[in-house]
């Protein structure tokens, strides 16, 4: 297998071979959407530190991955146990995929209530591919039009012209689903180093509510690349709490790039807490579009040994009296690198925008690193935005505050690292993942994932 | 007969960044109790009380400090809480997203578990919490909140009072416990601590004014300038300091 860098000829050329058997292939849309898309990444290249978007996460190692290939079939026989975080009382809305490919033996869609398509986009392209004609693509800007939002994102070309899987989800008008639908995404059995380009979709229509919680796990030492695509769309009056938790393995590379627009009085909530992979870029930009709109893109990174986690978000507001939030907090220790972007744009008329987006890191060694950026882009003079960013180490007069009440160092350091990435969680508004996730963040501090 | 001394402290020499601030400090403590140690600001008296605890930066350089007939100064922090040791702060620290019934449970927890004491559990320490804070007279919405955010001066010497409470240690050391007190919230804070007096346990109680022992009587007083005690009495000897102040003290040193 060749160790030299993928070049827009060469992946071309991979993207020949398998054409006719990705999924789709006779769906006209797609095949040029694809095609389209795999021009734009010839056009953009991979990302280099000269890239602004990327002076701080180096692509470097996943540039000599072989992009078309996916799984055998036989090794996804071989999950019995799903790891899941929701237990059996919500076992009938879950949808499970293993290296990347929809598995309905482990998935369970019994409980979805009516109104809710719930399906694997490999299945949805072959049974009723226009369901998808007006969305794939098209949240994200790629399917062409005049606001191309997606010019930037090579790795988002290059989901879209592979794109092998992933879930789509539509929440029909006016459903509420009160139970979380969780997508498990097992990565990493076979040991193939391989790109699994996932491409997942959700649409909200108007005043429906649903929470999605996507769980990201794979084995300790397997070396993969997941290569993400996300459109979400949240119609008028809708409710989507979107929530993420990555624990894969330290040889994993976890890429992804998400687009959210959200409309008139509609809510999008997100939180993403990444534990795992040796390298993790999440990019999401979320658009508020209609008046009313409300974002709360909220995420937890910690860290040890030399992973490296990117959080880089945009958040845009378009449109008068739209609010956002924003709260990340990050543990690094070891010779951990963390990143976050954060900007938020109000544009000229987005007047009584109120914005606000912090970012605080915890450097629990002095190998650890973060770096900050965030970013105030203002175009409208009636707006209420603030933004922060600070980075320190463990209070040590806390510390010993609780050791002379008798708690041993260790536990007096994990219950400091809790508090501190507390105040993220409680950005959380769904209890049960709040407290799903308190209990993953307590498994890091045990070392126990 | 005599009885074997609580804390024995010989010689003690101390210093913080390199600066020599206890400078031979002699005091024995016997069970149940109570010595005052006044002085001048900068005489070594919250020098002392961290010392004693185990505060990262405060060097003994010389001299011995014997707890129950142990070396006091091999123990980390957290043994001397469970040893015995108690200290309440001049200034409580705040600690944001802990709340106070995770801190005290934490803690409780920590030194029975050290004690090889059965730990309690949720429902059992709660009970136990509940009857404290009532005892005390300390309102149930402090243990929900976090530990000493947002607390006034008076909640957080009293929440000082209640860790107290909660610990039972056999020696506490006040720190200023009176700083940034008005009258009523001096007197209640004093109640407090004269509600945990028993025939064993011992106080050391620092203090800048005498105020604080019109309400804590002590049964020693000592007066520390330029790190040592320059003088000791009894309670009449707080008295006097009143009048004169501490200037033939620190001229004397």
Redesign the interface.
């Known amino acids: 297998m060749t160790q030299e860098i993928l070049t827009p000829e060469t992946l071309a050329e991979q993207f020949g071979h398998i054409r006719a058997a990705l999924p789709g292939a006779d769906v006209p849309w797609l095949d040029s959407l694809r095609a389209d898309s795999l021009g734009r990444f010839a056009d953009l290249g991979w990302p280099t530190a000269k890239t602004e978007a990327w002076k701080y996460t180096s692509l470097k190692d996943v540039q000599t991955i072989p992009f078309g290939l996916g799984r055998s079939a036989k090794t996804v026989e071989s999950v019995e146990v799903v790891p899941c975080l929701f237990s059996d009382a919500h076992v009938g809305l879950r949808l499970v995929f293993v290296n990347g490919h929809f598995s309905a033996r482990l998935s369970a869609l019994n409980d979805m209530p009516e109104g809710v398509t719930a399906a694997s986009l490999a299945e949805v392209l072959k049974t009723d591919p226009a369901l998808l004609k007006d969305r794939l693509g098209h949240i994200g800007g790629e399917a062409g039009g005049p606001e191309d939002k997606s010019g930037g994102q090579p790795l988002l070309a290059l989901n879209t012209a592979f794109m092998n899987d992933g879930f789509v989800i539509v929440v029909g008008k006016g459903i509420v689903v009160e139970d979380p639908i969780e997508i498990v995404f097992i990565g990493g059995f076979g040991g193939e180093n391989v790109v699994h380009n996932v491409r997942n979709l959700i649409v909200m229509e108007e005043n429906s509510r649903a929470t999605i919680v996507e769980n990201y796990v794979g084995f300790p030492t397997s070396a993969f690349v997941h290569n993400e695509g996300c459109e979400v769309g949240v119609a008028a009056g809708a409710t989507l709490k979107h929530y993420k938790l990555q624990t894969e393995g330290f040889e994993t590379t976890h890429l992804n790039t998400v687009h959210v627009d959200v409309e008139r009085d509609a809510t999008y909530e997100t939180f993403m807490l990444s534990t795992g992979a040796r390298l993790t870029r999440n990019e999401k930009t979320v658009r508020l579009k209609g008046e009313g709109a409300h974002c709360a893109v909220n995420g937890a990174f910690l860290l040890r040994g030399t992973q490296h986690c990117d959080n880089t978000t945009v958040i845009e507001h378009l449109v008068p009296h739209t609010s956002s939030r924003e709260v990340f907090k990050g543990a690094l220790d070891g010779e951990s690198r963390g990143v976050f972007q954060g900007r938020i744009v109000v544009h000229k008329d987005a007047q009584k925008t109120d914005g606000h987006q912090m970012c605080k890191t915890l450097l629990l060694s002095d190998k650890a690193e973060i770096d900050t950026k965030p970013e105030l882009e203002i175009y409208a003079d009636d707006v209420k935005c603030s933004h922060g960013a600070t980075a320190g180490q463990i209070d040590e007069g806390a510390l010993f505050y609780l050791r002379s009440r008798g708690i041993p160092e260790v536990a007096a350091r994990e219950l400091l690292i809790e508090a501190f990435l507390g105040e993220a969680l409680e950005e959380i508004s769904d209890e049960r993942v709040r407290g799903l996730l308190r209990g993953k963040v307590g498994h890091w501090l045990a070392r126990d994932v | 007969m005599s009885v074997a001394p609580m804390l024995d402290i010989k010689n003690l020499h101390a210093t913080v960044d390199g600066k020599p601030i206890l400078k031979g400090l002699t005091l024995s403590i016997n069970p149940g109790e109570i010595h005052a140690m006044m002085g001048p600001n900068g005489s070594g008296k919250s020098t002392l009380s961290y010392v004693l605890?185990?505060?990262?930066g405060y060097e003994v350089t010389d001299g011995e400090v014997q707890y129950e007939g142990r070396n006091l100064l091999d123990l980390?922090?957290?043994e001397?809480?469970?040893q015995g040791i108690?200290?309440a702060?001049q200034y409580?620290?705040?600690?944001?997203?802990?709340t106070n019934t995770?801190?005290l449970k934490?803690?409780?927890n920590?030194?029975r578990k050290?004690r090889g004491e059965d730990t309690m559990d949720a429902m059992e320490f709660m009970k136990f919490l509940r009857a404290k804070t009532k005892e005390l007279g300390i309102a149930e919405d402090m243990l929900k909140r976090?530990v000493n955010v947002g607390f006034s001066g008076g909640e957080k010497k009293r929440n000082e009072v209640l860790?107290m409470a909660v610990?039972e240690p056999k020696l506490a050391i006040l720190d200023e416990t009176d700083s940034g007190l008005d009258i009523d919230a001096l007197k209640t804070v004093a109640s407090g601590v004269n509600a945990l007096r028993t025939p064993e346990r011992s106080m050391l109680v620092i203090t800048h004014y005498q105020r604080l022992l019109d309400y804590i009587v002590p049964d020693f007083v000592h007066v520390l300038a330029n790190g040592k005690i320059q003088r000791s009495g009894g309670k009449e000897l707080a008295v006097e300091l009143e009048k004169t102040g501490y200037a033939d003290f620190i001229e004397a040193a």
């Open positions: 605890t185990g505060r990262e980390e922090p957290e001397r809480a469970a108690f200290l702060f409580p620290v705040e600690i944001p997203g802990v995770t801190f934490e803690a409780l920590a030194i050290h976090s860790q610990l």
